[in-house]
């Protein structure tokens, strides 16, 4: 089995650090270990492209082109495959799309985007989510599928943990430490270290996710011990050595509805750490119930406070919580149970492809068959057609017909004129398709059933209805819009950048023909 691994980031990058030893391997969400459960993996060429819109099609030209033979779509996020998660939606991509959600599912602002995130949900076959909060907030939305959404356990690399801890021995862990930039409550942690003194570590992104934090750091004027480290990149290394000199680890957030600090988390957790972290219930499991910190409430220093000092002063309990932190992370939350439950589920998956493309089309077709059954009947069950139309009938009924008739009243003989023309209207049908002995073959049978795919397409058109008015509504409330997206239209030169090139469009084309010569030989050698 194989799989086309799909990562926002610059895959060929953590990957080659990865297998250095610079990079935790968790960051790949299990796709490094995947060839341990019998999953190869073909790695999504990576490209830095800002505009959403270049990214889909650059995505979509890198999956359909992919000349490996793959069995399903992994990815860490569906932001880039979008347009083949549509095509999905549409039966016009046969690979199954498996990937990681997340946010929970919501409701969209109008009803014109609601109605193309209910078709674009029909694309994903299966959705990873990080806990049970998030599934729970994705049922109330029409578009999730319970069916189709899991729960797994993402934890960190243990072994990339254990080797920052032989390698860079510490003679004594002092102090706090805040890392990542996603959504951080600044204000707040800063308030609370100020009051009390406690040295803290921050290291932050400039900006990120509209949070400009060179500003809101530098109007919150922090005291003497706390110190400020702005970061660029993605240096994951870097900062798990700097996470390992501290003592404690402060993850203090915004409110929001997912689960923003999880990678902080997973990596306190690695490195058997005590934690005091903003309340955050879309966490996977609950901080104060597992003993491996401290919860407090959203935006509320002064709780804040009263935690640093606790975690500060009794090193009894501060070290029993680096102990249970330690111990969910080698029962639960690692990257090897996240790798096998990813690795099952990708496996049913497509194993519920393969089982229903293995399905006969008799049974397919059944409900078909109820739905307009004259125009089934007559290419499904030919040959018992023929055997009731066979029997010399018209010779035989119109005598005996004549025998009864003669003495009958008037008011019969029309019964006798309407039994005739339905009898020889049955004739011109019986000798349009020849006497079979048997039933046609597979080889025999069209490869498209036009009907059903006439009755699919006027449902289609049936459910897309909707849409057209809705498209029709706002077409004049477009056109200034069109014209300004015009006007930042890329040039001819920037759009070559993300198109195949002519060698490649020349060997696509060259493999095309040779299909096609080796099906029409094939089809030959059959007739």
């Known amino acids: 089995m194989k799989v086309y691994f799909y990562h926002t980031q610059d895959l060929q990058r953590i990957d080659k650090e990865w297998r250095a030893g610079q990079f935790p391997g968790h960051f790949l969400y299990g796709a490094t270990h995947l060839e341990r459960h019998g999953i190869d993996v073909v790695m999504h060429k990576h490209k830095n492209i800002q505009s959403r819109a270049h990214l889909m099609i650059y995505v979509a030209w890198r999956v359909l082109t992919c000349r490996q033979h793959i069995d399903a779509i992994y990815a860490t996020h569906w932001d880039g495959l979008e347009l083949i998660i549509f095509l999905r939606a549409l039966h016009l991509y046969r690979h199954p799309i498996i990937l990681w959600h997340h946010q929970p599912i919501m409701k969209a602002d109008s009803s014109l985007r ?16 990080f806990s049970e909060q998030l599934i729970r907030e994705s049922l109330k939305s029409s578009k999730a599928r319970e069916e189709r959404m899991q729960v797994v356990h993402w934890g960190a690399d243990l072994d990339y943990y254990d080797r920052i801890m032989a390698e860079h021995p510490v003679a004594e862990h002092k102090g706090f430490i805040s890392t990542g930039k996603e959504k951080r409550d600044m204000p707040t942690l800063i308030r609370a270290f100020s009051a009390t003194g406690h040295p803290l570590e921050i290291y932050i992104a400039y900006k990120a996710c509209g949070d400009n934090y060179l500003e809101i750091l530098g109007d919150l004027r922090p ?12 240096i994951p290394h870097e900062l798990a050595q700097k996470v390992w ?5 402060a993850i203090c957030c915004q409110e929001t509805n997912y689960t923003v600090g999880l990678t902080t988390l997973v990596e306190a957790l690695a490195f058997g750490m005590p934690i005091i972290a903003t309340r955050n219930v879309t966490f996977p499991f609950n901080i104060e119930k597992e003993g491996v910190g401290i919860i407090v409430p959203y935006y509320d220093s002064v709780a804040w406070e009263k935690a640093i000092r606790y975690l500060s002063t009794d090193d009894e309990a501060a070290t029993r919580m680096g102990q249970k932190a330690r111990q969910l992370a080698e029962r639960l939350y690692n990257l090897d149970t996240c790798t096998a439950e990813v690795a099952e589920a990708i496996k049913s998956v497509c194993h519920k492809e393969e089982k229903a493309d293995t399905q006969p089309k008799a049974a397919v077709e059944t409900p078909k068959a109820e739905a307009k059954p004259a125009a089934i009947e007559v290419e499904a069950k030919p040959a018992a057609i023929e055997v009731e139309a066979k029997p010399v009938v018209v010779e035989e009924k119109p005598a005996a017909i004549e025998v009864e008739a003669k003495p009958a009243a008037v008011e019969a003989k029309p019964v006798v004129v309407e039994a005739k023309p339905a009898i020889t209207e049955a004739k011109p049908a019986i000798a349009e398709k020849p006497a079979s002995s048997s039933a046609p073959s597979l080889a025999d049978q069209p490869i498209i059933n036009v009907e059903a795919l006439k009755y699919k397409l006027s449902h289609l058109s049936e459910s897309m209805q909707p849409l057209a008015r809705g498209m029709k509504s706002v077409a004049k409330g477009i056109q200034p819009a069109t014209k300004r997206m015009l006007s930042h239209m890329p040039s001819r030169q920037q759009m070559m950048a993300y198109l195949p090139t002519r060698d490649e469009m020349s060997e696509l084309w060259s493999k095309t023909r040779q299909l096609c010569e080796r099906i029409i030989k094939k089809v030959k050698s059959e007739k």
């Open 114 to 129: 609601e109605m193309l995130a209910q078709v674009f949900y029909r694309g994903i076959d299966h959705m990873f989510f």
């Open 223 to 234: 005291s003497a011990n706390i110190h400020i480290h702005f970061i660029k990149g993605l």
């Open 245 to 249: 000199e501290a003592k404690f680890v």
